[in-house]
């Protein structure tokens, strides 16, 4: 499993740990990922995604899954989500 938000593209960054006397090491700052399932509206199904913290702030912020994917670009997106948003848009294309 990689340690990237499927929602958001966030992934781990690097930066280095300073000591009081200066010294400079490497170290790795990782996204703070949580298993999560989040409802689909459209779909009427829950959908297991892993996602970052604030991924999932802004999800409830925008007003949902289908909301969220809706404005989401799909680069950003991993397979899975991507091809929720599609089968999200299939069925409101059905539906309208």
């Not at 340690?3 to 593209?9: I, V």
């Not at 930066?15 to 700052?29: C, E, I, L, Q």
């Not at 995604?49 to 799909?74: C, E, N, P, Q, Y």
């Amino acid at each position: 499993m990689s340690r990237r938000c499927e929602l958001t593209g966030k992934g781990p960054m690097t930066g280095n740990n300073v000591s009081h006397a200066n010294n400079k090491t490497k170290r790795r700052f990782l996204p703070n990922l949580n298993d999560v399932t989040l409802q689909s509206e459209t779909l009427g199904r829950g959908v297991k995604l892993r996602i970052s913290a604030s991924a999932l702030r802004t999800v409830d912020h925008r007003g949902g899954l289908d909301k969220f994917l809706a404005k989401a670009k799909d680069t950003e997106l991993s397979a899975n989500a991507l091809k929720v948003k599609k089968e999200i848009a299939k069925a409101q294309a059905a539906n309208a």
